[in-house]
């Protein structure tokens, strides 16, 4: 991303897999803050730790250095919750770094409100 001009910058994203749902909203900012809800309810997801799949998400977001907000926000089959936080996230991500054409420059407002 480098100086992050010319990039969209915001982006977010609703994600349904099967009976889940979960939501991706991101700023890619240079400030680092995150806030994640998996809502895993079993302990391990197909030989996965649910503390290995949530410091994964952990890992990522801190060290994203971007603002980000991942829920997911209802769903019965952890499995799916999962699968669609991962794919809330990458549509979110893909959109908010794309080039904005609009944009010159770094996008920020600093200095002009």
Known sequence: LGTRSGITRFSYASVPMDE???????D????PFWKLVLSIKRNTIEGISKEDLEHFFQSLLQNLNSCVHLTVKYGDNDHHKVEAAIK????????ASSYDKKQKGIPSTKGSM
Do not use: Q, T, W, Y
């Open 88 to 95: 809330s996230l990458a549509v979110a991500f893909r959109e």
């Open 20 to 26: 889940s749902l979960a939501e991706a909203s991101i």
């Open 28 to 31: 890619l900012v240079k400030r």
